[in-house]
């Protein structure tokens, strides 16, 4: 199972982005389905929205993430686990991050992200 996190597909999204070819190459390299978290195409959608103050074309693209992966939502176990990490590493990591960060290792997931920390935390795992 693959997930991916909001900055590979805020680059994927803005071809402007200094990551967009990277996000590109990455998710067509992936093998099997694409899962979005609800709480990663939450966070997606608002940083699109920062970036471009255009609501058509955030709803655009949210459509198609949803046409093209599965949008899944977090279970309670996840939701659980994400708040206590939050709790005790309040700074490090956001609490979306930390649903990722806990998807992946309650679903032994494999993670799509340019973000280096938690990348570092999930290779402690």
């Known amino acids: 199972m693959n997930i991916c996190d909001a900055n590979v ?7 402007r982005d200094s990551q967009h070819a990277k996000a590109k190459d990455a998710i067509a390299q992936l093998d099997g389905p694409v899962q979005i978290p609800n709480g990663v195409l939450v966070e997606t959608a608002t940083v699109l929205w920062r970036i471009s103050h255009d609501a ?7 459509v198609t993430l949803a046409e093209k992966m599965d949008i899944v939502p977090e ?20 609490l979306v ?11 032994g997931a494999t993670v799509l992200t340019f973000d280096e920390e938690i990348k570092r935390e999930l290779h402690k795992a």
Not at 9 to 15: S, T
Not at 75 to 83: F, G, H, K, S, V
Request: net charge negative; with cysteine; aromatic share 12%.
């Open 9 to 15: 597909l805020v680059a994927l999204a803005n071809d």
């Open 56 to 62: 058509a074309l955030v709803s655009e693209w949210v």
């Open 75 to 94: 279970t309670t176990e996840i939701i659980q686990n994400a708040i206590q990490r939050y709790k005790t590493e309040f700074g490090q990591f956001s």
């Open 97 to 107: 991050d930390c649903q990722v960060i806990e998807w992946a290792k309650t679903e």
